[in-house]
């Protein structure tokens, strides 16, 4: 397969030390769109065969707010601290807010979620698909870097299957299980059981709640 042009710049590579975690992080821009990602890299890339990978979708209230309406503030933690203790891997920050449907779109969509819709309800009634992604760009930015082989932290059994449309071997999936609240649990079992995702591990990771 190869990985269709979705030209992107590729921005400088400094130091980021965090509270998770020191990484370098490298901006990048797609060139028609000027849309801008990221990605966070533990360690030399070059030297890793099946590098440890979270693909992560912006999502501005759980990553930046710490939203307890879903999981993924946590994930985003979960992951970097895992490619932390590993000593190498790699986070791509993709600016795909509310499955692609931007951020004024997902508030709409978690007003009918007030009025009782699940969040694939409210997308299709607002006229989108339950998940708007594709992993197109995701994939040009490990190939920019020069990852194609990558064991994905992921429950998300269609990431796995874009990133390999657009190229990626995925040769392993890890869990990123996190502890539901009483917020997000609805939010948690409707990706279970109408996205498919692989959330019933056995160890849950405790987040505190
Ligand atoms: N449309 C919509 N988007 C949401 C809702 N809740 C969270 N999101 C978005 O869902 C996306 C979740 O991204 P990820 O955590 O990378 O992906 P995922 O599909 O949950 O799969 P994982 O890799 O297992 O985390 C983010 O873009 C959030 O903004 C919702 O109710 N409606
Ligand atoms: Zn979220």
Not at 17 to 45: C, N, R, V
Not at 81 to 107: A, D, F, P
Not at 136 to 164: F, S, W
């Amino acid at each position: 397969m190869t990985i269709k042009d979705i030209p992107i710049i590729q921005g400088e590579s400094v130091k980021l030390p965090t509270k998770y975690g020191h990484f370098d992080i490298i901006p990048f821009q797609e060139e028609q769109s000027g849309i801008e990602h990221m990605a966070l890299i533990k360690g030399d890339l070059s030297s890793q065969t099946n590098t440890l990978t979270r693909i992560h979708s912006a999502c501005a209230t759980g990553d930046l707010f710490g939203s307890l309406k879903c999981d993924c503030g946590d994930q985003l933690i979960q992951a970097m601290s895992l490619i932390e203790t590993k000593g190498h891997g790699l986070i791509v920050y993709l600016q795909q807010e509310g499955r692609g449907i931007g951020l004024m779109n997902k508030i709409k969509a978690y007003k009918l979620q007030e009025q009782g819709m699940d969040t694939i309800e409210a997308n299709v009634h607002l006229g989108f698909l339950p998940d708007n992604r594709d992993y197109q760009v995701g994939a040009n930015i490990l190939n920019a870097l020069g990852v194609n082989k990558i064991e994905l932290l992921t429950n998300n059994p269609d990431k796995i299957l874009g990133l390999e449309k657009n190229g990626i071997k995925v040769v392993k999936r890890v869990s990123l299980i996190i502890a539901p609240n009483p917020f997000n649990k609805h939010y948690l079992s409707t990706k279970e059981t109408r996205m498919g995702h692989l959330i019933n591990d056995k160890e849950i990771i405790k987040t505190g709640l």
